[in-house]
């Protein structure tokens, strides 16, 4: 009996909705699936999305391909994961549930805030710490809002008891089982609350956003420094122990993707491809 090919699960959890390739070893594409998502508009400039039917979508899109991949006789080795960037939630540390409905990155309840803040001093510290302007696409004014809700003084995001991140975070958390508390570098450059010069957060920035460092997860590199960013576990459809190679912001997936990995490289206009 020849032994199972072995695939990868690739996982693409964007603002319309989740998709997955189940890519073979020689780059070809086995299998597809995908779940379309809605958006919520409570308010005029507030775009919302439920964290529990994201959720069900991510597993809905990995549990479809772990079962195609068995029908072809296909091992999946493990997964990669792309993602929506600036978009925050809330959630209980301790068990991954939403605390919060998920802020998109097209939300814009936090226009007023950001004004201010780019009327005022902290503007320029703000764009020259991490090369960012002030707008409330990015994800500070949107984590603080959360927190000024849920936890007006924070007294339980300091002891570490409210998680607040990116879509990156809270998918690596749930996918394992929580063992995973981590949020990729490029998805927290867009908080703008990472210093770019020292990829960790900054700690003038979270003090002036009220952000404890305890309410953050930690930042890692977008495939763990050469490590696996950790193994499924308890994923409804998809077996434990998948190690889960690489996360990035889908905008910067894409990037990656275009250059084919090569720092300084695009495409040229003739759409030949550099040996």
Do not use: N
């Not at 939630?89 to 803040?117: I, N, Y």
């Not at 020292?198 to 590199?221: G, K, M, N, S």
């Not at 905008?251 to 993707?257: D, E, G, R, T």
Request: proline share 7%; with cysteine.
């Amino acid at each position: 009996m020849s032994a199972a090919r072995g695939a990868l699960l690739a996982l693409d959890q964007g603002t319309s909705g989740t998709k997955a390739l189940l890519v073979a070893e020689d780059g070809s594409v086995l299998a597809t699936a995908h779940r379309p998502l809605s958006q919520q508009y409570p308010r005029p400039g507030w775009v919302e999305q439920d964290p529990a039917v994201l959720w069900r979508s991510v597993t809905g899109v990995a549990g479809e391909l772990a079962a195609q991949a068995a029908a072809l006789g296909a091992r999946i080795a493990g997964l990669g994961l792309s993602v929506q960037r600036e978009a925050v939630l809330a959630w209980d540390p301790a068990t991954g549930t939403a605390l919060s409905p998920l802020v998109s990155w097209q939300d814009r309840r936090t226009a007023g805030r950001c004004a201010e803040l780019a009327a005022s001093p902290a503007g320029g510290v703000l764009t020259a710490r991490t090369g960012l302007p002030v707008d409330p696409m990015f994800s500070a004014t949107k984590a603080e809002w959360l927190l000024d809700h849920i936890d007006p003084r924070r007294e339980r995001a300091a002891a570490g008891r409210v998680r607040v991140g990116t879509v990156d975070a809270w998918l690596l958390h749930r996918l394992t089982g929580g063992a995973t508390d981590a949020t990729e570098t490029g998805c927290a450059s867009r908080t703008q609350l990472m210093r770019l010069d020292r990829a960790d957060w900054d700690e003038e920035l979270l003090e002036l956003f009220r952000v404890p460092r305890a309410a953050l997860p930690r930042i890692t590199v977008s495939d763990g420094a050469g490590e696996e960013l950790g193994r499924t576990r308890d994923v409804p459809g998809v077996a434990d122990g998948l190690p889960i190679g690489a996360v990035l912001g889908d905008s910067h997936a894409a990037l990656f993707a275009q250059s084919h990995g090569r720092p300084g490289w695009s495409r040229p206009r003739t759409g030949r491809v550099p040996p």
